[in-house]
């Protein structure tokens, strides 16, 4: 077989999967507005991400789920029915928020809960009122009956046994039999039913925990995306599986990646490992390759730093994971994510915690409460990560480097590290207690540039500090060690000066 028919058939096989996820112009990038409402999101995607250049939002499963006493975030992964009605809103603000975001370039993604239905409850009542039977396995808002889940009933206690982690409950969540047809077809039912309101793809919650072929089965049969909503003709929608693989276990993720992408929670993993220090940063200049790292292949690969499992001790990673509450660390890694091509990279926006059981800020009633904006922040325990300054230019810097090359690949040999992409964009870091201060070769047109991280330009001058790039690409890199600026220095071509 030659290269170019080896080539033609790989292009092909991405083509005719779940991996592209739709991004309008050269966006890039997704953030998951974890328990905000359908309105809020609407707002946002108005006000901000679509001004800032975000391509997409993940939003926190949609349909009726089991409420729970004090209403902890996790009750949302305990479906009850597949009406879309939740704490964030019913169906017609649903519609209304991706029809919003979708007008202004900014793709909506669902976070799908379908390989179980919730745990025992008694009495048991869904988020628009109705009951079910969980004991008994009935579920009439859908309808389930004890036949449609997997028997015997056992729960999962051997990762080892890849047909007990599928086949067996997950803390006690009734697990669906997805090898029935019955049971594929009201899968198949709902994801149609988001397609059609104007969604751009997917996240499958516990894919590890269902078998691929059935779940290849299930995205086979899944509609092609809206033209309605503006996706070209014969668009598939973006699907990104939860396999959570760190090895040494009987499932594995390069099972999932045939028909969609998944999930890469190693990423995270490995960058917390280094940007906490206990790992050296020049030991990155290999990432690409994925082999190396047992990460999946960049174009089936999503990435993040955190999510809303692992960023309170559930899921993998545990105390290695970054999250808000470590701050410079964490801003540091985001920058590496955005300003690195590897993978699809999705943000995390929080909402202050203490008890990793604790959901989101609300009434007396449970009710959500609104993210309040003062002064570009969010206020009233809403975190908005994506709306730090330090993070929002990021994104917008990946969204102008998109397709270039990692080139100028620069290390100390320890944890300062620089390199560009292409000539559109340079960044250096320093996670060291000694000061950066080096001549580099950025790859840049000669010019003074405004380092995105520390400020922007505003009627032509910067706001923070700027580097002078010569006429060979050259120019002196200075980030402190004790520098309060997150440790990273930006630049882009369209912040010259």
Not at 189 to 218: Q, S, T
Request: hydrophobic share 35%; with cysteine.
């Amino acid at each position: 077989m030659s290269f170019f028919s080896y080539g033609f058939i790989s292009l092909l096989a991405f083509a005719v999967a779940h991996k592209d996820p739709h991004y309008v112009g050269d966006r890039t990038t997704m953030v998951h507005l974890f328990e905000w409402k359908f309105n809020d999101i609407a707002k946002e995607c108005e006000d901000f991400l679509g001004p800032m250049g975000y391509g997409g939002v993940q939003v926190s499963p949609v349909n009726e789920n089991l409420v729970m006493d004090n209403r902890p975030w996790f009750e949302r992964y305990q479906p009850i029915s597949y009406k879309i009605i939740s704490r964030s809103g019913n169906e017609d603000e649903f519609k209304d928020m991706v029809k919003r975001c979708n007008k202004v370039g900014v793709r909506i993604y669902v976070d799908t809960v379908v390989n179980h239905m919730s745990g025992d409850a008694n009495p048991a009542y869904g988020t628009s009122g109705a009951s079910a039977k969980p004991n008994e396995l009935s579920y009439p808002g859908v309808p389930y009956s004890s036949k449609n889940f997997n028997h015997p009933t056992c729960t999962i206690q051997n990762y080892n046994n890849a047909t007990e982690v599928r086949n067996c409950e997950l803390s006690g969540l009734h697990d669906l039999d997805q090898s029935q047809k019955y049971v594929r077809d009201k899968i198949i039912k709902f994801f149609n039913k988001l397609i059609d309101l104007g969604v751009a793809g997917l996240r499958v919650d516990a894919a590890k925990h269902m078998w691929p072929k059935d779940l290849e089965v299930i995205y086979k049969r899944i509609k092609k995306l809206s033209r309605k909503a503006g996706f070209p003709p014969k668009s598939l929608p973006y699907i990104y599986q939860e396999v959570i693989d760190l090895g040494g276990e009987a499932v594995s993720k390069f099972e999932y990646n045939k028909t969609a992408a998944v999930i890469e929670f190693q990423y995270g993993i490995v960058m917390g490992y280094m940007f906490r220090g206990e790992d050296n940063l020049s030991r990155l200049s290999s990432l690409e390759d994925t082999n190396k790292w047992r990460m999946m292949p960049s174009r089936d690969a999503l990435v993040m730093i955190d999510n809303h499992d692992n960023q309170r001790g559930h899921g993998a990673g545990g105390e290695k994971i970054l999250t808000y509450k470590d701050p410079k660390m964490y801003k540091m890694a985001i920058a590496f994510m955005l300003a690195h091509p590897y993978g699809q990279t999705r943000v995390m926006s929080s909402y202050v915690f203490d008890d990793p059981s604790q959901g989101p800020p609300a009434d007396s009633n449970g009710n959500i409460i609104s993210p309040e904006i003062v002064d570009g922040k969010c206020v009233k325990g809403w975190v908005c990560e994506h709306r730090w300054p330090q993070i929002y230019r990021m994104v917008q810097f990946r969204n102008l480097v998109n397709g270039e090359k990692l080139e100028n690949w620069w290390s100390n040999g320890n944890n300062q590290i620089a390199f560009s992409r292409g000539g559109k964009g340079f960044v250096a870091f320093n996670a060291e207690k000694d000061d950066l201060k080096q001549g580099l070769q950025t790859g840049l047109p000669e010019g003074v540039y405004c380092d995105v991280i520390t400020g922007e330009v505003v009627d032509g001058k910067c706001s923070g500090r700027t580097v002078e790039v010569d006429a060979k690409g050259n120019a002196l890199i200075e980030i402190l060690s004790n520098d309060t600026d997150e440790g990273v220095l930006a630049l882009h071509i369209q912040a010259k000066l």
